[in-house]
């Protein structure tokens, strides 16, 4: 098991170091799921809610979202993404969204906390965005799908 690279010696919380680390290319990929009642289903999938294109406004939020992961999470380092894509795959025989993030750096370090961020932020926005027509929405199944790049290389969620 890999020891924890975020405490010191003395088991003080640090920022991990990683100037002497070549840049290279890195990519990762995460998803996420949201489920909701049919009707809310076909709201969104009619840009029938009052607030406006839900999947549109919560793609920016995506993209946004992973542009500032190192502001909401303790030890990230800010990065200089070259590439954020977020996309839905609507699943009508379940009324639930697919939600895939997709991020991209030439850096020392990886953009998993990135793309994990995009898909979580996401989801939240189509929650606040359909709130008012049903607040029973489950997000679920947040993971990393895959990554590649760096010296761990790369991983690949086996399916289950």
Request: charged share 25%; with cysteine.
């Amino acid at each position: 098991m890999p020891t924890f690279t975020h405490l010191d010696e003395q088991g003080r919380v640090r920022m991990v170091d990683v100037s002497d680390k070549p840049a290279t290319a890195r990519e990762a990929v995460a998803q996420g799921v949201i489920t909701m009642q049919p009707e809310t289903f076909d709201l969104i999938s009619k840009e029938k809610i009052k607030k406006g294109n839900v999947l549109e406004t919560a793609r920016i939020a995506g993209i946004m979202a992973a542009k500032r992961t190192a502001d909401l999470i303790p030890m990230c380092h800010p990065l200089p993404i070259t590439h954020i894509k977020v996309d839905f795959s609507p699943q009508p025989d379940t009324h639930s969204i697919r939600i895939e993030g997709v991020v991209r750096v030439v850096g020392q370090t990886g953009v998993e906390m990135e793309a994990l961020t995009a898909v979580s932020i996401a989801a939240l926005t189509i929650y606040d965005m359909c709130k008012s027509y049903d607040r029973g929405m489950a997000i679920s199944d947040i993971c990393l799908l895959k990554k590649s790049g760096g010296k761990s290389g790369a991983f690949v969620r086996k399916s289950s």
